[in-house]
């Protein structure tokens, strides 16, 4: 096994223990990417702390919608709707 291959194996074990599932899902594409481009380590690791917070943010609105009180489709035809006194 080529030592890349270690690195990378290794660095992916280590984003799963931290679970940090959005960096190690582009970990691959990002890495690749950032290296044909010749873009420094700093720039590297920026993008995927990025993706990050991106991800984080996505499933936190994801587990926010879940958990709202939203109306339902078989409940919305049973609301009632007040007229509003108007002019």
């Known amino acids: 096994m080529c030592w890349r291959c270690r690195a990378s194996t ?3 074990l280590t984003m799963t223990a931290l679970k940090l599932a959005g ?3 582009a970990y691959d594409d990002i890495l690749a990417d950032g290296l044909k481009r010749r873009h420094p380590v700093q720039q590297i690791i920026g993008t995927l702390l990025q993706v990050e ?3 984080k943010r ?3 609105i994801k587990y926010q919608m879940a958990s709202a009180k939203l ?3 078989c409940g919305a035809g049973r609301l009632r709707l007040r ?3 108007g002019p």
């Open 10 to 12: 290794r660095a992916e």
């Open 83 to 85: 007229r509003l006194a």
């Open 58 to 60: 996505a499933r936190s």
């Open 71 to 73: 109306p339902t489709a």
């Open 23 to 25: 960096m190690r899902a």
């Open 53 to 55: 917070i991106a991800d």
